[in-house]
């Protein structure tokens, strides 16, 4: 069985086996209902969390469908470690193998926002230069260059200090759902992430579009 064939299984059975879940506290950040952004999706994806000295690399599978956004760490064996979701307004939070996320879980799904849906969002194809966006907690500045990503970044509007910034690399489309590689540093939590796309698709589409090589 193919590694996206294990992680589409082990949605479907995180999915159907979480009746144990925790619900997390209010989340710190309201995230917008998923049911907002157009398009559902599945995303594999390769994941180097670093802080404070510290680092863990796990894979994961991401899936949108509807109103439903769920993300499952797995174990070197493709089993399921943790599972975070977000269903409408509510975020649900189970590990199944304790990995020592040195984080907030719920710091994982803001960041997923970020990267997808902030700003310009999926599928958007803007003019070089910088773009500004209005966000809950600030302002986001984009940097495009050549009709693709380069960076986009958040701004505190009480502070104006840097929160987060995103930085794009790799080959991409307007069709994609996601850069091949991005890297994330947020300054307000002291941690970075390095997240490899290695498959993409839209759910329904004709089949799985692997991605180019980043640069």
Known sequence: MSWRCVSVAVLSVVAAGCAGRTTLPEASQTLASPARFDGD????????????????TFKAALEKRADVLRLVGLTPFGSPAFMIEQSGDEVH??????LGIPFDPESMLVDVHHVLFEGSGIGACLGDGIHEFESAGGSIFETWEDGSIVSRTFFDT?????????????ARDPTSITSPLVRL????????LEIKTVEQRLLGSAG???TAAAN
């Open 41 to 56: 999706f599945f995303l594999r994806q390769e994941i180097v969390a670093r802080y404070v000295g510290r680092s863990i």
């Open 93 to 98: 939070f189970k590990e199944y193998v304790h």
């Open 208 to 210: 799985p579009r692997k």
């Open 185 to 192: 540093y947020d300054r307000a939590h002291n941690y970075e």
């Open 158 to 170: 009480d502070s104006t200090n840097e929160l987060s910034r995103i930085e794009f690399q790799g």
